[in-house]
């Protein structure tokens, strides 16, 4: 098979865990296959809604090694992220994730003790130069507390022809556009549950990666707006987003939103979040019913 193209919908894969805090590979191997099914384009591993920071190295090998072999005779593109703060085992991973078979990594810039951008530009410079495979470079300040400016993005994408680009600064289409500007050939997709999607579309980005839980309504909205229906799209993109704009206000909150409902829709079967995890209240759980029945015609097709 060729080279697989990287763009369109490509959720993060939700950790999946058993009631008692163990790792559940079955209901892991359930939800790929699910993601697959609906037709996501790609599907991206130990982002931060796959609880990577609470995950041994172990499991995250095995569920590497899955993510590979379900994907690999399909059309969707499989992304490991890699988000270690030492260069050398940043490194070491992605050649380990490319030799397992990985389409595309992602990398995490380094940014605990505060490391400079000289710093972490050669981290990056270092994961591109190890692997041949596409490298998304994440930008994630919200996140990470560490502004990489824009100008420094756009010189990655000067040197490195396999640079793509996960830019993420809420808001985020200042950033988007200087990118494009200094950069005009740069890949760009964008995360934050795909609040911005359509901006991102219609500014010349190349796909969303947000959450897996109703993958159905991205595919949706950007099938309207393909289509040539923008109105369609924007509409329903408001819907949507009324309810993730609430439940975006914490990453730890979104991932307990997106467990609950995943598990409601019988996909995997427990919704526990490894520790420290959000508590949701009768109202968050009342949304999630509500937000249930309102797109139940995209998620029960």
Same mark, same amino acid.
Request: charged residues 25%; hydrophobic residues 40%; negative net charge.
């Given at each position: 098979?060729?080279?697989?193209?990287?763009?369109?919908?490509?959720?993060?894969?939700? #950790?999946? @865990?058993? $009631?008692?805090?163990?790792?559940?590979?079955?209901?892991?191997?359930?939800?790929?296959?699910?993601?697959?099914? &609906?037709?996501?384009?790609?599907?991206?591993?130990?982002?931060?809604?796959?609880?990577?920071?609470?995950?041994? $190295?172990?499991?995250?090998?095995?569920? *590497?090694?899955?993510?590979?072999?379900?994907?690999?005779?399909?059309?969707? @593109?499989?992304?490991?992220?890699?988000?270690?703060?030492?260069?050398?085992?940043?490194?070491?991973? *992605?050649?380990?994730?490319?030799?397992?078979?990985?389409?595309?990594?992602?990398?995490?810039?380094?940014? @605990?003790?505060?490391?400079? &951008?000289?710093?972490?530009?050669?981290?990056?410079?270092?994961?591109?130069?190890?692997?041949?495979?596409? !490298?998304?470079?994440?930008?994630?300040?919200?996140?990470?507390?560490?502004? /990489?400016?824009?100008?420094?993005? *756009?010189?990655?994408?000067?040197?490195?022809?396999?640079? /793509?680009?996960?830019?993420?600064?809420?808001?985020?289409?200042?950033? !988007?556009?200087?990118?494009?500007?200094?950069?005009?050939?740069?890949?760009?997709? &964008?995360?934050?549950?795909?609040?911005?999607?359509? $901006?991102?579309?219609?500014?010349?980005?190349?796909?969303?990666?947000? #959450?897996?839980?109703?993958?159905?309504?991205?595919?949706? &909205?950007?099938?309207?707006?393909?289509?040539?229906?923008?109105?369609? *799209?924007?509409?329903?993109?408001?819907?949507?987003?009324?309810?993730?704009?609430?439940?975006?206000?914490?990453?730890?909150?979104?991932?307990?939103?997106?467990?609950?409902?995943?598990?409601?829709? #019988? /996909?995997?079967?427990? $919704?526990?979040?490894?520790?420290?995890?959000?508590?949701?209240?009768?109202?968050?759980?009342?949304?999630?019913?509500?937000?249930?029945?309102?797109?139940?015609?995209?998620?029960?097709?």
């Amino acid at each position: 098979m060729s080279q697989k193209i990287i763009g369109g919908i490509n959720p993060v894969i939700a #950790g999946t @865990f058993k $009631d008692d805090g163990s790792l559940d590979l079955d209901s892991m191997g359930r939800l790929i296959d699910h993601e697959i099914k &609906i037709g996501a384009n790609g599907i991206t591993m130990f982002g931060i809604a796959t609880e990577f920071h609470k995950l041994t $190295d172990n499991e995250r090998n095995d569920l *590497a090694a899955l993510l590979v072999e379900k994907v690999k005779n399909t059309d969707v @593109f499989s992304v490991m992220s890699v988000t270690d703060h030492s260069t050398e085992v940043a490194v070491a991973r *992605a050649k380990y994730y490319e030799s397992l078979g990985a389409d595309c990594l992602m990398v995490l810039p380094p940014f @605990f003790l505060n490391p400079t &951008i000289e710093q972490i530009k050669e981290h990056i410079f270092s994961i591109l130069e190890a692997v041949k495979i596409p !490298v998304l470079v994440q930008y994630a300040p919200g996140e990470t507390k560490k502004i /990489i400016p824009v100008e420094e993005m *756009a010189t990655i994408e000067h040197k490195y022809k396999n640079a /793509i680009f996960k830019l993420e600064p809420n808001p985020p289409m200042d950033y !988007v556009r200087g990118m494009l500007k200094l950069a005009p050939d740069a890949k760009i997709l &964008i995360g934050y549950a795909g609040l911005y999607m359509l $901006d991102v579309m219609e500014a010349g980005g190349a796909g969303t990666m947000p #959450g897996c839980s109703f993958t159905e309504v991205y595919l949706e &909205i950007e099938r309207l707006w393909k289509s040539g229906d923008r109105q369609a *799209a924007h509409e329903l993109h408001e819907k949507l987003m009324k309810y993730v704009r609430i439940w975006m206000s914490h990453p730890e909150y979104i991932i307990k939103v997106e467990k609950v409902i995943l598990k409601k829709r #019988g /996909i995997i079967d427990s $919704d526990y979040c490894r520790k420290p995890e959000w508590t949701l209240t009768a109202k968050d759980y009342e949304d999630i019913d509500n937000f249930l029945v309102e797109f139940s015609y995209l998620l029960n097709k």
